[in-house]
């Protein structure tokens, strides 16, 4: 490892060990299951959907793997997870902001969930390089599952990939190792709202105050998570000295996720809602979206506009992004409509496009 100008070999070695000691981390599945009970309020309002988890169960076989995947909430780091549970799949140790790690929840991640605290903003090239050598190393013998746009979306759009854990992968043993692309994607974001208003706030609220915010926002809470995987992809037959095959790896990883992603009716509502407009309106508009979004690939959760509505409409007004009246529905917060119009954003982009 190169030293930095103006540092000693011992005191870079010092630092080394230390960053070592904040990485390390333990997971304990039998209670790491228990988690499911004290946040069971919460979990149990969120019906859990897997598609395509074949493709989870086949990488495993053969080999190591490093599942990449979208970040939209709190709660995709005991969804994810557990959907991989569910159906008999080894839990990854889980990449997280060193913000999450604060007080007794710092205690949980670092020995039970088994979540690999990363500070995002560093510079530092000791540290760096310490995270790259400690990552390599754990994907030897275990799985790591990684937000590939580092935090949550603010404003609901899928986010531009990370690259330093997919180069801390490619200097591990390639042999049978295999990048997973995921997304997950819900009808209602729990908290949402909380979101939209930090993308604008100049300071960032405390893990420990988004969980209270959280357990209030939960109460009348009701959604569907969707937990869907893409094929893997074998890192075998990518050079980790290359700059063109890291960006053509992850160019490849952003494309998928983005394609994975639930098309839901709230996106759908969100995404053709004016101000005000009626129902059979709003329907049409969806209607003229799907087959720019079918063709463009998109994982689809509904066929047509009506179908969109009947759902999309009451999740946003018992949320109360919307008003339903007598004749027509009207906007009340536009912001947060905004945010779900934003996920499927990627989306549409390219649809619009190729429409003109």
Excluded: C
């Excluded at 509502?269 to 329907?283: G, I, N, Y």
């Amino acid at each position: 490892m190169h030293t930095p100008a103006g540092e000693t070999e011992v005191g870079a070695r010092q630092r080394v060990e230390t960053y070592l000691e904040e990485l390390r981390t333990t997971q304990r599945y039998r209670f790491y299951r228990a988690l499911q009970h004290p946040l069971y309020p919460i979990l149990r309002k969120v019906e859990r959907v897997a598609e395509h988890i074949e493709r989870a169960v086949d990488a495993t076989t053969r080999g190591h793997v490093v599942y990449v995947s979208n970040h939209k909430s709190h709660l995709d780091w005991l969804v994810e997870p557990i959907v991989l549970d569910d159906h008999g799949i080894r839990l990854p140790l889980m990449a997280a902001g060193i913000n999450l790690f604060g007080g007794a929840l710092g205690l949980l991640h670092k020995h039970v969930t088994g979540a690999i605290p990363i500070r995002r903003e560093s510079k530092d090239p000791v540290y760096l390089a310490t995270l790259k050598a400690y990552v390599a190393e754990i994907l030897k013998r275990q799985d790591v599952l990684y937000y590939a746009e580092g935090g949550r979306s603010y404003r609901g759009e899928l986010k531009s990939s990370k690259t330093g854990l997919l180069q801390a992968a490619l200097g591990s043993d390639r042999s049978a190792l295999f990048a997973l692309p995921m997304a997950v994607s819900y009808d209602i974001v729990l908290e949402e709202k909380m979101l939209v208003r930090q993308a604008s706030a100049r300071h960032k609220r405390t893990f420990s105050q988004e969980v209270a915010e959280m357990a209030r926002l939960s109460v009348g809470f009701r959604s569907r998570a969707f937990v869907t995987f893409g094929q893997p992809i074998a890192l075998a037959g990518y050079d980790p000295e290359s700059r063109r095959d890291l960006v053509r790896l992850v160019q490849q990883i952003q494309h998928d996720i983005g394609h994975l992603y639930k098309v839901l009716p709230t996106a759908l509502v969100a995404a053709a809602m004016r101000p005000q407009t009626t129902r059979a309106d709003l329907a049409s508009r969806i209607d003229d979206l799907l087959p720019g979004l079918a063709a463009s690939g998109a994982n689809l959760g509904v066929r047509t506009g009506r179908e969109a509505v009947d759902d999309g409409v009451e999740r946003l007004v018992e949320r109360g992004i919307l008003v339903a009246e007598r004749q027509r529905l009207r906007v009340r917060d536009r912001v947060t409509l905004r945010y779900y119009a934003r996920t499927i954003q990627h989306l549409l982009a390219p649809a619009r496009k190729g429409a003109h």
